[in-house]
């Protein structure tokens, strides 16, 4: 199943792209302030709703109270959730939900084909679903006829939008305080990477590979991971738009400095680059700078994607953070 959604998200994001993831105490106040704001967590829960929110397909959805119950159609929207503290709300998420391991333990209504009538069945007070797999189809009109909220969350291209998708989310399920901090945390991570990187001298050239030979899929400009390179201080050789297939012979000719591996389902992914015809006059190759990186923390559009950052720093910059 692993491979076949890696591959899955390729084929969709390609053809997407080229038509068209300790608790840190709060500072002290005066004690008169204590107090007032021990009393207010749940004032300011119940005072959110209902609230009126327009998703990512400019549906209006007016939420009356902090839902209850929860299903979650994409892995992302799912760890958003948990960060969130919704993990008991939570009921039902899809087969390629793998994180937190929590999730695995919830109840699975489909993977790719989504098994609406179950969820229907289900009865949540909120469906959340994306953009870039279920759209605004069929199956989700069945869903709002059955009188369920379906929320479409946007499928974020950069951090400034994925920071926005968890404002949004957690306005919808009233946990403001909680997204703020979750987004705060992410950007000071953000700040920290790319004030280690300011410190490189001279830029690295870095292909990136999300599928193997022979379909060699690499994304390019207007990329989520091109705003990664470019927040890294690292050179994409891939300078088409989107997602696209480049030939062996291209990246030769590139001869990137370091190559990114960003799928696992295949165990010998790394040592099937190092192997490939005469890619052993690469740089890469030769100063063995083929690095595997998580792909799920560099992609899903979620609190981890700060993780993914420093991932990526690391994998082109060892140097820089000791390693």
């Known amino acids: 199943m692993k491979k076949t959604w890696q591959l899955f998200l390729t084929s969709i994001l390609a053809v997407f792209l080229l038509t068209a993831c300790g608790t840190t ?26 609230v009126t929110l327009t998703d990512a397909a400019d549906n209006e959805i007016t939420i009356e109270r902090a839902p209850a119950t929860i299903i979650s159609l994409l892995p992302s929207n799912t760890e958003i959730l948990f960060e969130l503290g919704l993990a008991n709300e ?3 998420v899809t087969d390629n939900d793998d994180f937190p391991a929590e999730a695995t333990e919830k109840e699975s209504i489909g993977g790719f084909e989504l098994n609406i009538e ?14 870039i797999v279920v759209g605004t189809g069929e199956g989700m009109q069945q869903i709002r006829d059955a009188g369920i909220p379906v929320f479409i969350v946007k499928d974020a291209k950069n951090f400034e939008e994925t920071y926005a998708t968890i404002e949004i989310m957690g306005k919808a399920t009233g946990k403001t ?47 989520f991971t091109q705003e990664m ?3 890294v201080g690292a050179d994409n050789i891939a300078t088409e738009d989107g997602w696209f297939v480049m030939s062996p012979e291209e990246i030769v000719k590139q001869n990137p400095d370091v190559i990114l591996v960003m799928y696992s389902y295949i165990e010998t992914a790394v040592e099937d680059v ?5 890619f052993d006059t690469i740089t890469a190759i030769k100063n063995k700078e083929v690095v595997q990186v998580d792909e799920n923390i560099t992609s899903r559009q979620g609190p981890r994607l700060a ?17």
């Open 25 to 50: 105490a709060a500072p002290e106040k005066p004690a008169v302030d204590d107090t007032s704001k021990e009393e207010t967590p749940e004032v300011v829960v119940e005072d959110a709703f209902p």
């Open 118 to 131: 179950k969820i229907i069945s289900m009865n949540p007070e909120i469906v959340f679903a994306q953009e």
């Open 307 to 323: 993780e993914g950052l420093e991932a990526f720093a690391k994998a082109i910059y060892p140097e820089v953070f000791g390693e």
């Open 229 to 231: 390179m470019d927040l």
């Open 90 to 92: 939570v009921v039902a």
């Open 274 to 278: 190092y192997a490939r015809d005469g």
């Open 177 to 223: 305080e909680e997204a703020d901090k979750i987004i705060a945390e992410m950007k000071a991570k953000v700040d920290e990477v790319v004030a280690k990187v300011a410190k490189v001298e001279e830029k690295k050239t870095v292909f990136i590979e999300t599928s193997p030979a022979p379909d060699i899929y690499t994304p390019g400009k207007n990329t």
